[in-house]
């Protein structure tokens, strides 16, 4: 059974630098064709996806957010973790990490995704 | 980027009615490859993670009641719902895959009329 929960800071303060964990179960990122993606959610707003790393290592990111996006996988750990820099109080939003569907960019198991607020 | 649009934005149908819930795409998510649309449908309630319905546009995910159908091709897509449920009341998401930046549609919420 795949399992995925998202783990860190409630609130951050403008400028800072958030962190987030995604600690997964039920399949590795060691397996080829298998990926995590990170998806943003506003309160009442609709989706975004921010990043997507795959088992190959290969990387993407919005292009609207990436210069402050950065994602990586620790295989061993069954994690993967995001960073963004700068944040600002627009970056508040509940953050989910997902399952990619083998082999293609749609996400069939989900976290339950934790709000971060971002306020001084 | 593609842009996906749904329409509406909200719908309120009687239980036991049709809802019929409308996604559009700024270009063509059809893969001419393998034929294969590249379009998702979730659902999403309150306070819950989006939940997979469909994908490859007509594809019912595990689980998935058969009320919940997805058709269309190339930038036309539909999510019906054949006979509404007290539990389908939530909004409902179109995602395209076929190219990264991934989009996801503004999402239409359901309601019970």
């Known amino acids: 059974q795949i399992t995925l929960k998202e783990s860190g800071p409630t609130l951050v303060k403008p400028t800072q630098t958030l962190t987030l964990t995604c600690t997964f179960s039920g399949f590795s990122l060691a397996t080829n064709g298998v990926g995590v993606g990170w998806i943003r959610q506003p309160p009442g707003k609709a989706l975004e996806c921010l990043a997507l790393?795959?088992?190959?290592?290969?990387?993407r990111y919005s292009p609207s957010l990436k210069s402050r996006l950065s994602v990586s996988k620790d295989t061993s750990k069954n994690q993967v973790v995001l960073t963004m820099t700068n944040m600002d109080p627009v970056d508040t939003a509940t953050y989910y990490c997902?399952?990619?569907?083998?082999?293609?960019?749609?996400?069939?198991?989900w976290g339950q995704g934790t709000l971060v607020t971002v306020s001084s | 980027d593609i842009v996906m649009t749904q329409s509406p934005d909200s719908l309120a149908v009687s239980l036991g009615e049709r809802a019929t819930i409308n996604c559009k795409s700024s270009?063509?998510?059809?893969?001419?490859?393998?034929?294969?649309?590249?379009l998702a449908w979730y659902q999403q309630k309150p306070g819950q993670p989006p939940n997979l319905l469909i994908y490859?546009?007509?594809t019912r995910a595990s689980g998935v009641p058969d009320r919940f159908s997805g058709s269309g091709s190339g930038t036309d897509f539909t999510l019906t719902i054949s006979t509404l449920q007290a539990d389908d009341m939530a909004v409902y998401y179109c995602q395209q895959y076929y190219t990264t930046p991934l989009t996801f549609g503004g999402g239409t919420k359901v309601e019970i009329q």
């Open positions: 790393i795959y088992s190959n290592g290969d990387k």
């Open positions: 997902a399952h990619q569907y083998d082999w293609a960019d749609f996400f069939d198991y």
């Open positions: 490859w546009a007509s």
């Open positions: 270009q063509t998510i059809l893969y001419n490859s393998n034929n294969k649309n590249y």
